[in-house]
């Protein structure tokens, strides 16, 4: 029986990111995937051309199904869209004794807003507090802090002002940055810098869903934070790599890289 991990995020249409990105990752590392879906996106490789969320009784009755009788054993969050929509997916959360990976996705990879920004202090407030792990990229943490990182050092005071929400553990990543691709994994007490080659190579839409969701199929498989954030970090690194230019704009990483591997092996 595979672990059951659930994502709670925006679907995009052209498979790149969003639920698309979440399903395709836990594919990929073994676990047993389920969604539920906030909103829709018309997306594609050169931006978000339209979204439209979901009532919030769907969200709930999508969540319920799946909690009342597969289960879950971690569960994944990213597109919220609304305050109203970020205030019922945590107080859905806060029922649950699985690990949550809150991914608090605010804008697309083309600066296109995903979240409204009346949303943000739900966010801070009611979505953080409900985090295992928390992911925020480096415009998120301005967004929701007001620390703005421009090196390495500054990732510090990033993790720290995040962590004041309450998450139990913050993944800062880096990968706005120039250099090596260095994200900040800490509790507030011990500190995990993990750090990859930058690949110049533009196919990296999809980097941050496909993260978060492989930190929870790693928590679901029963491993630590650390554990699973370290694996999580190879897995993106390595679709990335593999990343393709489908479109005419930013094209997806390549969810099946570590499959490929094996079957051409
Ligand atoms: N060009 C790159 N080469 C290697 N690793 C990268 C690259 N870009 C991002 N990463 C890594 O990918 C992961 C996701 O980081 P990123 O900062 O891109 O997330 P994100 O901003 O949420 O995603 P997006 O920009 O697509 O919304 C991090 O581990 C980061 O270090
Ligand atoms: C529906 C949806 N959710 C999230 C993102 C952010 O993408 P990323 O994984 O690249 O941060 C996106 N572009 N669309």
Redesign the pocket.
Known sequence: MPPRVLTVAGSDSGGG?GIQADLKTMLALGVHGMSVITAVTAQNSLGVQGAWELPVQAVRAQYRSVVDDIGVQAVKTGMLASAELVETVAELISGTDAPVVV?P?G???HGDPLLAASALDSVRTKLLPAATVA?P????VAQLTGVRVESEDDLRRAAAAVLAYGPRWVLI????LSGD???LLTDGSCEHW?R??????RH????????ASAIASGLAKGLTVPEAVTGA?EY??GA?AAGFALGAGIGPVDHAWALRATHAG
């Not at 990859?196 to 190579?201: F, G, T, V």
């Not at 990296?204 to 993260?211: R, S, V």
Request: proline content about 3%; some cysteine; glycine content about 10%.
């Open positions: 990111a991914d996705v804008v697309s990879k992911t990229n480096l415009d998120e990543k880096g990968g706005h691709a260095l994200d993990l990859a080659p930058r690949h110049d190579n990296t839409h999809g980097t941050g869903c496909t993260l970090k993106v690194t990335i």
